[in-house]
């Protein structure tokens, strides 16, 4: 069957349905007139009898039996119209037809008055046998065809929803077979087959033919969305007239419904990124906040709420996270050292082959996936540690000794500034550590001297300080990244301002992303003040 013929087809079907639905949602309104007809109905039909009871008086006893059929059918129509009693009334006025009340005005309605009460008695039924659409069951490959044209022809949300009403009726029909079958089969595993196989075959082709099409397209566009520093060829733009298809569809919480079982389109997108979303992350790390990025924008673009997979956000080579080496700061800074010229650390000896590092850019990834709040906890952790040790460059800086050494070279350079040319001598520096050598050793003779605990000492507050300077620079980078929104945004307006392809909620996601720039930047400046 072509598609055009297939088309004209379910849209007389959508018609029909359409008629249904409108008696069902106005079924109370429907139900009480009806009440109101019924009862108008049996007053006309109660008062041609009373009349025809009057005519037969005057026949004696040729008109006894006529009179009692009557009696029998007005005691019937005083209660209520079910189809039993109207069956007897029927049948006593075909008792009663006496050739006198044929001549009567009244008399011929009577039957027309009983059939109205027969139609309104059931009006449900009547509507159900009217629009019942379960001969679609004998044509199912329509709705492979239909499925197939959403995408293309984006018809609207109600045309999709009287469509699967007919496809319920189609299931209806299978429930009663499978009911029959019952009946002759006792064997279980035979139970339910009919209808089962039916919905089966529906879902297979809705998911094959419109949901898997309607996932791609949405991931599609929301890479197209999170890469916008690349050129993208205008045709894997998604259209604005299928934008607005997807956000109808969308936001409209639509389920399908097939007798019990159901599914939601939303719910559908939604276990589709996640799922996709936590495959690919687990593939490849560094990717991570690509995906959480798409996952942004498909909340933002079309109302979607993909859950976060939990995965690390870091990169394949990363050995340390900045939150393990804030746990053990002070060890952290005796066992690595600083370069920094490529703002780095590298451990200084390791049990195995290889060394570790943490650059500011290992560093950025934890910061991502722990957040902006690692950075007040760690400049804390580093100000504490240099108090620490600050405490015991003091202390050893007012030994007696070491005071009486730093004041006579202090002299000693003030006096002969003009003859040093402001260069103090390394042989006198070297002839002033030799003495502080000689002020005693750690734990006996064999032990490290003072003056080389403090010389390393030095060392750890030097560490301490680059890695709060890592700290910043890893932060920046991460504000960074969202930078390429406040470029974007003039770009934006302006294709705003010649169509509109959905570019509003991407401003709002602009707008929020520099609003939170501008909180990251003053936090941390105001952490980087804290610590000078």
């Known amino acids: 069957m072509r598609r055009s013929t297939m088309g004209r087809v379910l849209t007389v079907v959508q018609s029909i349905k359409l008629i249904s639905k409108t008696f069902s949602d106005f079924w109370p309104v429907i139900v009480e007139v009806s009440q109101q007809a019924c009862q108008q109905w049996r007053c006309h039909i109660i008062s041609a009898i009373d009349h025809g009871r009057l005519v037969l008086r005057d026949e004696g006893e040729k008109g006894i039996q006529s009179v009692e059929a009557l009696n029998v059918a007005a005691t019937v129509l005083l209660s209520s119209a079910s189809r039993a009693r109207l069956v007897v009334a029927a049948v006593a006025l075909d008792i009663a037809n006496h050739k006198k009340l044929r001549s009567l005005a009244e008399w011929p309605q009577l039957n027309s008055l009983l059939s109205r009460l027969e139609t309104l008695s059931r009006p449900r039924r009547l509507i159900a046998r009217v629009c019942d659409c379960s001969f679609l069951y004998f044509h199912r490959h329509l709705f492979r065809l239909y499925f197939g044209t959403l995408l293309q022809e984006r018809p609207p949300i109600e045309e999709i929803t009287l469509t699967f009403l007919a496809i319920t009726d189609c299931a209806v029909l299978a429930k009663r077979a499978t009911e029959r079958r019952e009946e002759k089969r006792k064997d279980e595993e035979k139970k339910d087959g009919i209808l089962r196989s039916f919905q089966r075959e529906i879902w297979t082709a809705l998911r094959e033919e419109f949901m898997s099409g309607l996932c791609g397209e949405i991931e599609n566009d929301l890479r197209v969305l999170s890469h916008k520093h690349l050129k993208v060829d205008e045709r894997d733009k998604t259209p604005a007239e299928k934008h607005a298809f997807f956000t109808r569809l969308l936001k409209s919480t639509m389920t399908l419904r097939i007798l019990d079982r159901s599914v939601s389109v939303r719910d559908f997108v939604e276990e589709y990124l996640e799922r996709t979303f936590y495959n690919l992350t687990a593939v490849s790390l560094h990717d991570a906040h690509t995906y959480t990025k798409m996952a ?90 240099l108090r620490k040790k600050l405490s015991i460059v003091n202390e050893f800086l007012d030994d007696e000794h070491v005071k009486a050494m730093l004041s006579g070279e202090t002299k000693y350079f003030e006096e002969n500034r003009k003859q040093l040319k402001k260069m103090y001598p390394v042989k006198r520096a070297e002839r002033l550590k030799n003495a502080m050598c000689e002020l005693g050793r750690v734990g006996g003779e064999e032990g490290e001297t003072y003056f080389d605990r403090f010389r390393v000492t030095i060392t750890q507050l030097g560490n301490a300080l680059g890695f709060v300077r890592s700290m910043k620079a890893a932060a920046d980078l991460v504000v960074s990244d969202a930078l390429v929104y406040d470029r974007e945004e003039e770009t934006t307006e302006s294709e705003q301002a010649e169509k509109d392809d959905g570019t509003e909620m991407i401003r709002k996601l602009l707008k929020e992303n520099r609003d939170q720039d501008a909180r990251n930047r003053q936090y941390i400046e105001f952490s980087t003040i804290r610590l000078h």
């Open 296 to 385: 942004m924008m498909a909340h933002f673009r079309y109302g979607l709420n993909p859950l976060d997979g939990r995965l690390p956000h870091s990169i394949v080579n990363q050995g340390l996270d900045v939150v393990n080496v804030m746990k053990a700061l002070n060890t952290f800074t005796a066992t690595y050292n600083y370069d920094l010229y490529h703002n780095l650390f590298v451990e200084k000896r390791s049990s195995s082959r290889t060394l570790h590092i943490l650059s500011w850019e290992h560093i950025s990834n934890s910061l991502r996936m722990h957040g902006m709040g690692v950075v007040n906890t760690s400049v804390n952790l580093a100000y504490q540690l």
